[in-house]
C-alpha cells in the first residue's frame, strides 16, 4: 500500500494530472525546527529545471504545508504537505501502452480506471513529496550528527572511478547542479545529450552515503536496515537494482577479503574496510552507509516504438511527445537520498 | 520487526543454539492440502549435509508443525512450525568478534544481552522456517499455475552464461543437488573447494524465476512487488545485493532497448523482451518475475583474521574453527526462492 | 499513529486551527462511483449548523478530492480529500487547562510543542475526515447489501426504549436533524437545552446499526470485527465506551438467555435473537451489527472550574468562553456510523 | 491477523486440541530478567483448577519457552512460548453449533476447514498465551513502577460497590483465589453454583487498574491508549464491552461533574477526580488507567438448546456435555490484567 515505516509513517498521495500530490509524515518527534529554505532547496534539486539534461515542464514544486508544524517547528501531529499540480498537459498523452511504463499493469490491475494522464500515480512526478520528506528527515538526523549525500556514480558505460574521501567532498558534488564528481560530469552529461539527440535515453547509478550513523539501528530479519531502505527505493520509479556496501561486487571476493577486520582505537571498535556498507546482521555498526541504486533508461523516448492500443488490441507504433528526461539519474540523486536519511531516521526512532 | 507481510504474515522465532526455531504463518487460505513429503523435500535442499560443500553440522531441520493444520490441510488459523535445535557445540565458538558477523552489531544494539551462540538469532540457520512456509508457499500458489525456481548463477568469478528456456529445464537445475546448470556445476564446486582449501570462502550470486505469475500483483509505491520482495530478501543473512530483471545491466542500455515492447498474440499483450523482470511500476505483467541475489562470502573462515576481544577492548587475532560452508549461495537457493514465492502469495492474497 | 486498517487504511491528518485537516484513503477497489451529493449530505449531519443544539462556528466542512478519483469513480490510488480551516479564532483559547481535554496530556507528551489552538489535532473537528471516509465506505459497501444507521439512544437519564424495527425505520431516524426516535427527540433536545442553560453539558449513548453484512467478515483474535471497530470507535474524541450487541447487559443474564439459539429457515442458518450483536468469535454471522458508543458529556463548559496555569503551575479558575455543543452525541451519530461503515469496509476487504 | 501491537508485537496461535498454542512476543527490550516462577504464578491464575467454579479440565498450562531468552534474561530477540495440549478428549465435541460460540461463524468463514475441536483457535484456552505475555509485561513496567490489577468487578446483578483504595487492597484482592473483594466473595460464589446447579451459566463484569503509569504514554487517533487496549480486550473470548473510568455512567452526568478539575501538589499537576480513566486525548495523564469489561455467561451450558446441525441444515438440540465454567469472569481476571499490561508497555515502548 501506500505507506511506509514503522515508527516513522510515510502515507503518499496523488496523480500526475490531478489536483495535487503530497504526503503525510507521521512519527516526527514534537519540537523539531523545519527549515523551509532547506526543504526548497532539496526540491529544487529533483524539480525540472530547464536545462537540457531535465524535462521541461514547469512543475512549480512548491510544498504548502497544511499541518503538523507552529512557529517553524514540529508539533508532533500528522504533518502533511500538498504540492498543487498546475502544468498537466494531458493532450501529451495517448492511448497506447508505452512501453517500460506501468500503463500495461495498471490497465492489469484497475480495469482501467486507473488515471494515468502523465503516469498517475506511478509518476516520477510522486518522488517530489519523498523528497520534501527526506529534507525533513535530513533535518532531523542532522542535529544527531548524521548527513545524507549522493551522486551520480555512473551513466550508461561511463562509470566514476574516484570516491569522495570525506564529508566536504560528499556534500560538493552532491549539491552540484549535475551531483556527480568533476572528473566526469561534463562527460556524462554528453553522454546523455548524446542519446537525446538519438530520440532515445541512457541508464545510470546513483550511489548514497550516510555519515555519522551511529551504531545499533536496525534490526535483525524483516526490520534490517537494508530491508527497510529496499523496500523504500524499489518504490522509486525506475529503480530495478539496489546493493549496499560491497554489494555484487562482493560475490568476486574470497571472505578473507570481503570481511572488514576490526581493531581497537580511541577506545571505539572499528572496521579497516567497509565492504557490508556499514550493515551487519541488518544492524548499523556506525560506518558509513553506502547503497548505490540502479535506474533503468527513461522509459518515455522519442523513437518510433512497436507496442499495442488496449483498446482495439492491435499492435501499433508509438512516438511519445512532450517533455522527459533523457537520464533519470541526477534528478532520483536527492530522491534516494531522501530515501536513505528517511530509512535512517525510522531506524533511529 | 521479526514480522513480514500483510496479508501473509510471517513472525521468525529462534537462535541457532537455543532450544528451537520457528515461524509463524498467518492469513494462509482455509482448505489448502499441505504435503509434508514436498514440505521435508525443501527443507533437505537446504539442510546441511555432510557433502564437502556444506557444513557437517547434523541438523536435523525436521519441522514440527504446532497448529493450522486438520487432516493435512491448512484451518486457516495461523500455523506454526517448529525446529527443534539438537546439535549445538557452544564450545566452538569464542568471545572475539568474528569479522563479517552481526557480532558486533548485536553488541551496539544488545549491550551484550543477545545470545550469540552460533550467531543467535542472526544465524543462516534461521533460514530453515523461511525454506518451510516457502514451501508452503510454493504448494498454494503452484495450485494456481505458478511455479518457482532458482539456481547459483555465479560463484565467485565464474558466471554462467546461459538462461534455463523452459520450466522443465529450470526444475532439472534447481533441484539438483547442487542446483546449477550441469555446463558450470563442476568448475564452480572445484572454485568452492579451493576457496575451502586455502581456509577460505566464497560469493555466489542466486537467480530467481516464477513462471506462470498473473499480471496485476503488487501495488504502486511502497507495496511494490519489488518492495514487498526486496525486504524479504534483504531480511536473509548475507544477502548485500538484488536485482530484478536486467537490473544493474539496465543501467548500460539505452531506453530503446530497455523497453519491453509489446504486441498482441492470440488476445493477449505481450513483451518481445522481458528487461523488468515481469514487474512493471511495482505489478506484475504476466511475464516471468526474475530476481538475483548477491550473496557474500561466508564470513566464517579458518584463516587468521585481525579483530576486536570486545570484553577487554584489545586488538586480537581469530582463527574461527567449527564446521562452515565455504560458499552460501547452494543452500542459500531454496531460501531465495522460498522469499520469492513467499512474496508472490503475498501479492496475489 | 495515525493509521488505521490493514485493507482499507486511513491516514488522518490536521489541527483544528491550522491550515486544513483531512485524510488519505488507501485500498479502496478501483471503479467505485462516488456520489459527491451523498458525500455532502453526510459531512453536513456532523457538520456545527447554527441550531441551538450545535456550536455556531461556521465551519464550510467542504471537501476537495485531491487525488484517486477520474469522472466521479475511483482510480484504485490512494484517496485524500482536504478540508480548509477557515474560521478559527485563535482568541477564543487561554492558557489554563481546560479540564476534561487533552491540553494536560498534550502538555506532558509533546512538552508544549502541539498546536492547541482549537484543541488542535485532538478537536472534534478532526472527525470531519472520518465522517468524509465514512460516506465513501457507506457507498461502497452500500453497492453490496450492507445499509448503515445512527441514533441518538440517550442523553443523560433520558433513554429511548423503543428499537427500529426496520431499515426504513432506521434511516428515517438516522437521517433527521437530530437523530433520534420522534418519541423522544423533542425530550432529549429539552435536556440538551437545560444543560445549556446551566453553563454545562451532558453526555449520551450513540447507537449504530449495519444490517445485511454477510457472514463470515472478520477474524479470531486481534482481527475480530469488534478489535477493527473498537480501534476506531476509542479513537473518536469523547468516546470512554463500546459494546456489542447485550454488551455490559449480559453480564446481567444467563447463559441459556444470552445465547442466541439457531435454527434453518429458506436453507439459511438464523438465530432467534441477537445478544451477539451479530459477531461470534470476531466474526460476522449475517445478524445485524449493533454498537453502542458512550459519549462523555462535553468537556468544554461555561461554569467555572479549577484548574491549573502549566506555565506558572499555578491553581487557577477558568470559565470556557466560546461556541460548543452542550451535548456531542447527536453530531457524534455520523461519525459512529462512518467508523461502524469503514470497519466494515475493512473486514470486507 | 493473530498480530497485535506496533512496539511490542504478539502473536498467537494454536487450537484447543492441536498440537500446541503459544505466542511469539518481538520488540521486547533485552536485558530485562524474567522470573519465571512469577510467570507460572499468573499462569496458575488463569488455568483451570478443579475447584467448583472452573472446568475440571487438567491442562498442565506449562509454557515452555523457546526463544528469545538467555540465563534468565531476554535476548532482544522474539520470545516464543509454547504450551503443549495434553487433555483433549475430542469426543466431548458434537457436530450441532453450540449456541453463543464461533462454531457458526468459523463455518461461514472457513468453508468447514477449520479445526473446531474444543473451540479450536476460538478456544478461550488461547488465552493462556496472553496471560503468559502478560506476565512479561507486568515484570518489564513493574520495573518502571507500573502496577496492574484486576478483580471481578460483578457477577450477573451482583455488583461490588466498593473499590479498592490503595495498591495493597488492589493486590490482596487481584491475587486471591477468586479475585473479588472479601465483602461479595462468598456470594459470587454461590450465585455461580446456582446457575451451575440449573446447567446454567452467568456473566460478569472484569475491572481492571494500572497504578503508576506516567503520563504521556499513548497517542493521538488509532494510536489512542484505549484504541490500542480495546484491539486487545475484544480480541478475549467472551468478552461484549468495554469502558475507560465512568464509562457508560458517564453519559448520565453533566460536563461540570464529570470533567476532571485539576489542581497543583508539590510542583506536580493532579486531578481531583479520576473520571477518565487516567486518560485524555487517548494519552495517560499519570491517574490509575481503569477499564472495565463486560463478560458474557458462558456459551457452553448443560441446558438443552435449540440449534442446528449444519450437515444436514436441520433444527436439532443440543445437551453440552463435557466440564465448563459456568462464570468466565474470574478466570479472565488475569487475562484482562494481562492485555492492560501489554498495552501499557506497548505505549511505553
Redesign the interface.
Known amino acids: 500500500?501506500?505507506?511506509?515505516g514503522?515508527h516513522i509513517?510515510?502515507?503518499?498521495?496523488?496523480?500526475s494530472h490531478?489536483?495535487?500530490?503530497?504526503v503525510?509524515i507521521?512519527?516526527l518527534p514534537?519540537?523539531e525546527s523545519i527549515d523551509e529554505e532547506r526543504i526548497a532547496v532539496e526540491m529544487s534539486r529533483r524539480a525540472p529545471g530547464g536545462t537540457e539534461f531535465s524535462t521541461a515542464r514547469n512543475e512549480s514544486d512548491l510544498a504548502?504545508?497544511?499541518?503538523?508544524?507552529?512557529n517553524g517547528?514540529?508539533?508532533?501531529?500528522?504533518?502533511?504537505a500538498?504540492i498543487r499540480n498546475n502544468d498537466a498537459r494531458s493532450g501529451d498523452y495517448g492511448k497506447a501502452?508505452r512501453?517500460?511504463?506501468?500503463d500495461?499493469?495498471?490497465l492489469?490491475?484497475?480495469?482501467g480506471?486507473?488515471?494515468m494522464r502523465g503516469g498517475?500515480?506511478?509518476s516520477g512526478r510522486?518522488t517530489a513529496p519523498l523528497v520534501f520528506a527526506g529534507a525533513l528527515a535530513k533535518q532531523i538526523i542532522g542535529g544527531r550528527g548524521v548527513k545524507v549525500f549522493g551522486r551520480v556514480l555512473?551513466v550508461?558505460?561511463l562509470k566514476d572511478t574516484e570516491t569522495p574521501a570525506t564529508a566536504d567532498e560528499w556534500e560538493k558534488i552532491s549539491m552540484a547542479r549535475f551531483p556527480a564528481s568533476e572528473g566526469v560530469r561534463d562527460a556524462m552529461q554528453a553522454l546523455i545529450l548524446e542519446?537525446k539527440g538519438?530520440g532515445?535515453?541512457?541508464?545510470?547509478?546513483v550511489e548514497a552515503a550516510a555519515l555519522g550513523v551511529p551504531?545499533?539501528c536496525?534490526?535483525?530479519?524483516?526490520?534490517?536496515l537494508?530491508?527497510?531502505a529496499?523496500?523504500?527505493?524499489?518504490?522509486i520509479?525506475g529503480?530495478?537494482?539496489?546493493?549496499?556496501?560491497?554489494?555484487?561486487a562482493?560475490?568476486?571476493?574470497?571472505?578473507?577479503?570481503?570481511?572488514?577486520?576490526?581493531?581497537?582505537e580511541d577506545?571505539i571498535?572499528r572496521?579497516?574496510t567497509n565492504?557490508?556498507?556499514g550493515?551487519?546482521?541488518?544492524?548499523?555498526?556506525?560506518a558509513p552507509i553506502i547503497l548505490r541504486v540502479?535506474?533503468?533508461?527513461?522509459?518515455?523516448?522519442a523513437?518510433v516504438?512497436?507496442?499495442?492500443d488496449?483498446e482495439h488490441?492491435?499492435?501499433v507504433e508509438l512516438e511519445i511527445k512532450g517533455r522527459h528526461d533523457p537520464c533519470i539519474a541526477p534528478r532520483a540523486t536527492p530522491v534516494v537520498e531522501a530515501g536513505l536519511a528517511l530509512s535512517i531516521l525510522e531506524c533511529m526512532s
Open positions: 500500500m501506500n505507506t511506509w514503522r509513517r510515510l502515507s503518499i498521495f496523488g496523480e490531478g489536483k495535487a500530490i503530497g503525510i507521521d512519527g514534537a519540537g504548502e504545508i497544511l499541518s503538523g508544524t507552529l517547528k514540529t508539533t508532533g501531529a500528522p504533518l502533511c500538498m501502452i512501453p517500460g511504463h506501468a500495461w499493469t495498471a492489469l490491475k484497475y480495469s480506471h486507473a488515471d498517475g500515480h506511478f510522486l555512473s550508461g558505460n542519446a538519438e532515445d535515453s541512457v541508464g545510470g547509478i551504531g545499533g536496525g534490526e535483525p530479519f524483516f526490520g534490517a537494508e530491508s527497510v529496499a523496500a523504500m527505493m524499489f518504490s520509479p529503480v530495478k537494482g539496489l546493493e549496499f556496501g560491497g554489494g555484487f562482493l560475490t568476486h571476493m574470497r571472505g578473507s577479503e570481503a570481511n572488514d577486520e576490526l581493531y581497537v577506545g571498535i572496521s579497516r565492504n557490508n556498507g550493515i551487519l546482521g541488518g544492524i548499523s555498526n556506525g540502479a535506474i533503468k533508461p527513461t522509459a518515455s523516448i523513437k516504438q512497436r507496442t499495442v488496449p488490441m492491435t499492435n
